[in-house]
Structures are given as structure tokens and as C-alpha cells.
């Protein structure tokens, strides 16, 4: 069954609730090194990412690594600490796991 789709938005999706799709860029930190990727999806529990230059193949589910969100002009120094939960490269699923609310 496919999750129906409004104003670019995911609804009822049973895994995460609502996702909204989006374009911007971010930053994939693990074992100290940053990975260019562009966000897909984001939730209010996780995130899909696509790495853009470099694929992290070292890599693996329930690896421990940290989303720093960008602007157009500067990184963000807001760090989501996160655990991959799901890999099919060049696509990186990640789950929040300390929101800092």
C-alpha cells in the first residue's frame, strides 16, 4: 500500500509518522570524518540521507554518528546525534537518538 503523498508530505507512515521530503544538504559525521550528502526525508525520529561524493562503505547498521544540518551560507553547529538503521548506498537511514528537548 503506498502512503499517500500532500503538499510534498508523507502521511501515516506507520514506521516514523509524518515525513516531509526535502533537498538540502547536510553533513554525515563518523569516526571524525564529514560526508557530503543531500537529506531525502526527515522526521521527528530519524532521517533518510544520499551521500554525494564520497560513499562511506566502512559504514554499518547501528553505527553511532552525528547529522549537522546546514544552511545556504554556514554549517549548522547543531549536531543530531543518530544510529543508522538501514543502508542501501548510496542511501543512509538514520534514527535521532538524543533530540536535546
Given at each position: 500500500?503506498?502512503?499517500?503523498?500532500?503538499s510534498?508530505?508523507r502521511?501515516?507512515?506507520?514506521?516514523?509518522?509524518?515525513?516531509?521530503?526535502?533537498?538540502?544538504?547536510?553533513l554525515?559525521?563518523?569516526?571524525?570524518i564529514?560526508?557530503?550528502?543531500?537529506?531525502?526525508?526527515i522526521?521527528?525520529?530519524?532521517a533518510?540521507?544520499c551521500?554525494?561524493?564520497?560513499?562511506?562503505?566502512?559504514?554499518?547498521?547501528g553505527?553511532?554518528?552525528?547529522?549537522?544540518?546546514?544552511?545556504?551560507?554556514?554549517?549548522?553547529?547543531?549536531?543530531?546525534?543518530?544510529?543508522?538503521?538501514?543502508?542501501?548506498?548510496?542511501?543512509?537511514?538514520?534514527?535521532?537518538t538524543?533530540?536535546g528537548?
Amino acid at each position: 500500500m503506498n502512503t499517500p503523498i500532500r503538499s510534498e508530505t508523507r502521511v501515516g507512515n506507520e514506521r516514523n509518522g509524518i515525513r516531509l521530503n526535502s533537498e538540502y544538504k547536510c553533513l554525515l559525521q563518523h569516526n571524525d570524518i564529514n560526508y557530503p550528502c543531500k537529506m531525502k526525508n526527515i522526521s521527528i525520529t530519524g532521517a533518510l540521507v544520499c551521500a554525494l561524493e564520497v560513499i562511506p562503505y566502512h559504514l554499518e547498521v547501528g553505527d553511532t554518528c552525528e547529522l549537522l544540518l546546514s544552511s545556504d551560507r554556514t554549517w549548522s553547529s547543531r549536531k543530531y546525534p543518530s544510529k543508522v538503521t538501514r543502508l542501501e548506498h548510496p542511501n543512509i537511514a538514520l534514527c535521532f537518538t538524543d533530540l536535546g528537548f
